[in-house]
């Protein structure tokens, strides 16, 4: 990208005026280059696996330090988040005064989406958390992002203002003799016009001017990522507008949130036409997972686990530490809010004003070791039964900083199914293992596993390679593909995979002291959707069984709506139509067919359906009350409806056809269930 002439034209007229003009300005004369050998105190976080000779840190006397932070996501009440805020400083103050030969946090920055709902009041608690936190003598300032514009997106700046007690949004400090531009987006927060480009512009033109060496390090701070530069920067969390600018100065270091993505991903460093650095997050990790299409994914647990939805992530909250010496190099350190611990060995930039000899380039990814496990590496069998399987590996910590891990199954020659989990090493501590749960098994069958460990730039290493026999079919619970379980706060998970569901708006979840469990109570407006179902489709192709235990407390006045569902295009799923009907509905060899009976509302019911190749049977509570004969294979759904929609049906996007009922009991099974086996599921309902 290249800045245009308008930009180039207007950028040099206001360089003249800025030259002569006042900045905004904190300025102190710069401090003599202390003595002492200036070693800051060793790390116990550094990234497993890289190398960390020479020590960056030798030899390194700061003459400034200042921190850097984004997406705090402060709300209206008191919460975790105000904890982290006070945690940073405190640890920051806590990393500076123990310097041996610089005691200074000169300055705290904020890149943006410094509140959640963007409410006067969740800005007005942010300033005043700043006041309270920084000591005399740091110099605190944000941005906003595009949280601060939810809530009433035409006064987000005139509030921001009153909040804060700021002149002007936009601002251009001094600190120390070093320049800091803060900037801050239009377009309702959603990126820069060229009005903020060309203020820009003029910014960096006047901050260049003042340094006949060019190598002067020049601050930039706004919240959305430059597009296709420091990680997390890819898809829609970068934006275009800022790089034309930027690459006019390569002096430029350029610090972005909004992704929420690690720091210690070594990706969060780019050095192209200027230098840009991911700032992560203090409210919680986010981040991408090579090999699956979700442009973000949400890390769950310390084991591996990760999920496309938000409900359920692990905490987490990250921040740098950036120090400057005479020699206007940069060391670059970034700290985990949660345990306290150093999460990267420190980044020396050098020769700022020269691209040609940046260290952090894309030319990483080329010469990278690929990752590799020990060589004694072992996988340990946790559990298995007939259909699922779950595994610990450890780690792999040799060679470049992993991110993740790519798990083929096969069965014989044949590779049956990938399964992702993540490395984990965004934890600090980070854990030593991780686990992998394999959930689309077929009883007695010999399993092939190959585990590639995945670097940050999709290099490959070599995988751990075992091999494993499930168990023969023993119950009707060995042959479960999928069984809900109704947790607090609206959340539910599949216990045979662990996976947490999606959902669609808000659901609702209550415990029921007769059944002494959690349901879930649907008002028509909510699905919870499992999105792994479509690998168990040949599985279930002969035979089938689904089960709820369900109370219908509301009749569509036209129409039908599902219950438990899959069967957009093909497939298989409970149905309720105006006419109170109760069916379930199969597509053997591209055409629907049926069993159904009429129900009642607000009454407790046992629903199986069961399918063998041979016959369709409906059961409630107990007794077969509808049966068909029926041969052929199931027909599956196909494109983006490949889902089981628990509350509703698939469709192309989100569950469809929701009802209104509340839900206890959720399984599918890859048999058609006996008599005998149904009637022994209704027993506990039965009392």
């Not at 930009?7 to 003249?16: F, M, R």
């Not at 909040?163 to 990126?191: C, K, Q, W």
């Not at 691209?355 to 020990?374: D, Q």
């Not at 809900?484 to 662990?498: F, H, L, M, P, V």
Request: glycine share 8%; proline share 5%; hydrophobic share 35%.
């Amino acid at each position: 990208m290249k800045k245009s002439a308008f930009v180039k034209i207007l950028t040099a007229l206001l360089a003249l005026l800025l030259l002569s003009s006042a900045l905004v300005s904190c300025q102190k004369p710069a401090p003599t280059p202390p003595t002492g050998d200036g070693t800051p105190p060793a790390s116990d976080g550094t990234t497993p696996g890289e190398d960390t000779t020479p020590d960056p840190t030798e030899g390194f006397l700061p003459i400034l330090r200042f921190a850097v932070a984004s997406d705090v996501h402060f709300v209206d009440e008191a919460c975790v988040r105000d904890e982290k805020l006070q945690k940073m400083f405190a640890d920051a103050y806590a990393y500076s005064e123990a310097h041996e030969s610089y005691n200074k946090l000169d300055g705290a920055f904020f890149a943006g989406d410094l509140v959640d709902k963007g409410t006067p009041l969740s800005m007005e608690r942010f300033f005043t958390a700043l006041a309270t936190h920084a000591k005399e003598g740091t110099v605190t300032r944000a941005v906003i992002g595009n949280h601060e514009f939810y809530h009433d997106a035409g006064n987000t700046v005139a509030n921001f203002l009153t909040a804060s007690g700021y002149e002007t949004a936009d601002a251009h400090l001094v600190v120390g003799g070093y320049h800091f531009i803060l900037l801050n987006p239009d377009r309702n927060g959603n990126g820069y016009s060229e009005e903020k480009q060309i203020w820009l512009a003029a910014q960096l033109s006047a901050a260049a001017a003042e340094d006949p060496t060019q190598k002067k390090p020049i601050f930039v701070f706004q919240h959305h990522h430059v597009s296709d530069t420091a990680y997390g920067s890819a898809d829609t969390w970068g934006v275009p507008d800022l790089y034309g600018v930027l690459s006019q100065y390569p002096q430029a270091v350029d610090f972005s949130g909004h992704s929420h993505f690690p720091i210690n991903d070594p990706r969060s460093i780019w050095q192209g036409t200027f230098t840009a650095l991911n700032t992560a997050s203090l409210k919680g990790l986010e981040m991408d997972l090579i090999g699956v299409a979700e442009e973000k994914i949400f890390p769950t647990d310390a084991e591996g686990g990760w999920s496309s939805s938000s409900a359920g992530r692990a905490d987490g909250g990250q921040y740098y530490i950036v120090e400057v010496d005479a020699q206007n190099r940069l060391l670059i350190r970034a700290f985990d809010i949660v345990s306290g611990t150093e999460v990267i060995t420190p980044l020396l930039l050098e020769e700022l004003g020269d691209a040609g000899k940046f260290t952090y380039t894309s030319k990483r990814a080329e010469t990278e070791k690929a990752p590799a496990f020990a060589v004694d590496a072992t996988v340990e069998l946790i559990s298995s039964a007939a259909t699922f399987a779950k595994f610990r590996f450890p780690r792999a910590t040799n060679g470049s900083y992993v991110q993740s891990y790519r798990c083929e199954v096969y069965a014989g020659t044949r590779l049956v199914n990938t399964v992702y989990r993540l490395d984990c090493g965004f934890l600090f501590p980070a854990p030593d293992t991780v686990t992998l749960p394999l959930t689309h098994l077929l009883p007695d069958t010999v399993y092939l596993i190959k585990v590639y460990p995945v670097s940050a730039w999709a290099n490959e290493g070599e995988p751990l390679i075992f091999d494993f026999k499930t168990d023969a079919s023993a119950s009707v619970t060995d042959i479960q593909v999928f069984s809900i379980r109704y947790e607090e706060n609206g959340k539910a998970t599949d216990t045979i995979s662990g996976q947490q569901l999606l959902y669609t708006a808000t659901p609702t979840t209550v415990y029921d002291e007769a059944l002494a469990q959690y349901v879930g109570v649907f008002d028509g407006t909510y699905a919870y959707e499992y999105h792994d179902f479509h690998l168990f489709y040949e599985m279930l192709d002969e035979s089938v069984s689904f089960e709820t235990y369900i109370k219908i407390q509301a009749t569509p006045t036209s129409g039908y709506v599902n219950p438990l569902s899959n069967q957009e295009g093909g497939g298989y799923g409970f149905e309720y139509t105006s006419g109170k009907d109760m069916c379930f509905y199969i597509n053997v060899k591209g055409q629907y067919y049926n069993v159904r009976t009429k129900i009642e509302e607000n009454e407790w019911l046992h629903l199986v359906a069961t399918y063998n190749s041979e016959e369709l049977v409906l059961y409630v509570n107990g007794i077969a009350v509808d049966t068909l004969e029926l041969t052929g294979p199931v027909k599956p759904p196909s494109g983006k409806a490949t889902y089981l929609s628990i509350g509703g049906d698939s469709s192309k996007t989100k569950s469809s056809n929701l009802t209104t009922c509340t839900m206890a009991t959720a399984n599918v099974y890859a048999k058609a269930l006996t008599a005998q086996e149904v009637a022994e599921l209704y027993k506990p309902y039965s009392k």
